[in-house]
């Protein structure tokens, strides 16, 4: 098997470790194949429609966005250069663990990628100088469809790594809702 799944405590948020080749040249694996993730984890249908990059500084803090329905997002993510700290959120109602999180360590040298299910907020802290962030979708983007919930919001209560900084936000993110007053 091409990857080791780790489950995480939101049922569907899933840790893929792909199996990585490498010598003194370097390294070589397969980042994605349709079959193969399937078979890892047990998920058929899913069709990737669009590919994002993003790079952002040391302290830049993204999210936790989402779509509405009928726009809603799963999202495969890796990051291949730097490091990140990538949350995702529970937002489905009446799911048993609406509001909770989930947080993992995304880099370039560990290689994980995170699978998010629609229906869950995502959103990552740059740890590192820089990071090149890499989103696979599943749905394509939708500006009306999209809403933001606050990173700090103390009801979901995210334990984000301190780096001795404030966060960088966007004016999108810095206007997030809370948990409580958006629109799921």
Known sequence: MPYTITPTAIPGVLILEPKVFGDARGFFFESFNQRDFEAATGLSGIAFVQDN?????????????YQLAPHAQGKLVRVVRGAVFDVAVDIRRGSPTFGRWVGVELSESNHRQLWIPPGLAHGFLTLTDS???????????????????????PTIGID??????????SAK????????????
């Open 173 to 184: 993110d810095q206007a997030g809702r809370a948990l409580a007053q958006a629109d799921l």
């Open 53 to 65: 990059h993003s790079r952002s500084a040391k302290g830049v803090l993204r999210g936790l966005h």
């Open 131 to 153: 990071a090149d962030f890499l989103y696979k979708a599943t749905d394509y983007y939708a500006p009306e469809s999209e809403r933001c919930i606050r990173w700090d919001d």
């Open 160 to 169: 984000w790594p301190s780096l001795g900084m404030a966060p960088l936000l």
